[in-house]
């Protein structure tokens, strides 16, 4: 079906211009054309790429809104197209653990969330993809999921998670200060020690575990620890036979992302010091951070402040990380402290992260492109709000505010 966008202020490649946009056929066919077919009124509007978000897990909380209270999978995935949808995004990344906790994380869990945004994909609003978040002392564990995932229609990312050797670093070392996890210079804590027993105490909340039956399960795990890399190597030669965008996750060292780059893994995300961040973009890697860091300001756990990254030119997108609306509300708040123009800021959130997982085909409002657009109310001074969303030229959100 043919539309027409009237009256917006467009956000085009290099330029903002008040032009009308046609899109049929899942794609953008003409821009500042005569108007064709449905007219859609979005005079005050402003009509923009569609958001992309590389790395998401907000739908956690549809499958277990309350500590070790699940929900079915069914409604969860549901709900959370049609949160995607109502905050513009319409290509997300669900980062689904697959780790070695029982519990929210386990591989079972993982893989049941996979299937079942497989299954109910013609239901879908928007385009719900996934990143293989997978903990790499879980193996062979994830091993066959990860095999069974990468056949899926539309490819996965892998990311190469590490949060054992982040909870087993030495008591005086904080998480940015950390070496590379597989260096000798990495320095541990003991499991014998009580002061692990504080930091642990989460997980095995999450987990659905006492806090002794966690340590014994992560003692067991640690001892895996001389393997890992050779496991790394292996999930990393599947990615590449697959064609898979891989990540490394939370680089504190130049060393860590050189070390991933040679593997294949060309994209850092969440870099905690600048280090890590300088040493991807000198090596051309693509560099993500969390929307919700520069929506707040700063860091929650004491990283580098992705405002700060974004005017060193050392970021390339913004992901959801935990909050759907994080990433609009990123965009505004990096607008209003002038730390880019509003065209590369808008990027962040959409030609940069698709162009990051490889996706040539959306990003950008151009001719031949897919119709993946976002109509915006954004008065000067206040807050953006959604009052569209579009995905391969479909309708996914229709927001009209009461005083239209």
């Not at 980062?95 to 969330?113: H, K």
């Not at 013609?122 to 997978?134: A, G, H, K, S």
Request: with cysteine; glycine share 8%; charged share 25%.
């Amino acid at each position: 079906m043919i539309r027409t966008f009237v009256g917006a202020e467009v956000f085009l490649p290099g330029e903002i211009v008040e032009t009308t946009v046609t899109i049929d056929n899942a794609a953008v066919v003409e821009i500042g054309g005569p108007i064709q077919g449905e007219v859609i009124n979005a005079r005050g509007k402003i009509l923009a790429p569609a958001l992309v978000d590389v790395h998401g897990d907000a739908f956690e909380r549809q499958v277990m809104p309350r500590p070790n209270t699940y929900f079915p999978l069914d409604i969860a995935v549901i709900d959370t197209d049609r949160q995607l949808a109502s905050n513009g995004i319409a290509t997300a990344y669900h980062a689904i653990t697959l780790g070695w906790e029982p519990g929210l994380r386990d591989i079972a869990r993982g893989r049941d969330m996979i299937e079942t945004i497989n299954r109910l994909a013609p239901r879908l609003t928007v385009e719900n993809r996934v990143q293989l978040r997978w903990e790499t002392f879980a193996y062979p564990e994830a091993l066959q999921t990860i095999e069974w995932a990468l056949e899926a229609p539309l490819k996965p990312s892998i990311a190469f998670n590490d949060h054992t050797s982040m909870t087993m670093r030495a008591f005086d070392t904080s998480m940015q200060e950390r070496a590379f996890e597989h260096s000798p210079d990495f320095t541990t804590a003991s499991l014998d020690d009580e002061r692990i027993k504080q930091r642990t105490a989460k997980k095995a909340a999450r987990a659905g575990m006492d806090d002794n039956a966690y340590l014994d399960l992560l003692r067991k795990v640690w001892n895996r620890r001389s393997d890992v890399q050779d496991h790394i190597a292996k999930i990393a030669q599947l990615g590449r036979d697959k064609g898979a965008t891989m990540l490394s996750h939370d680089d504190t060292r130049a060393e860590t992302r050189e070390w991933f780059r040679e593997l294949g893994a060309t994209t850092s995300e969440f870099p905690m010091v600048i280090e890590a961040a300088q040493a991807a973009r000198d090596g051309g890697d693509a560099v993500i951070f969390g929307a919700p860091n520069a929506a707040r300001g700063g860091s929650h756990i004491g990283s580098l402040g992705a405002g700060d990254m974004v005017e060193a030119d050392l970021c390339d997108a913004l992901a959801s990380d935990y909050f759907y609306p994080a990433m609009l509300a990123a965009v505004a708040k990096l607008d209003a402290e002038k730390r880019a123009d509003r065209l590369t800021i808008w990027s962040l959130i959409s030609n940069g992260p698709a162009r990051a997982m490889g996706l040539k085909d959306r990003g950008e409002i151009k001719v031949g492109k897919r119709a993946d657009l976002v109509l915006v109310d954004w008065p000067e001074g206040d807050f953006p709000a959604v009052q569209g969303t579009w995905v391969a030229g479909r309708c996914a959100y229709r927001g009209i505010a009461f005083g239209v």
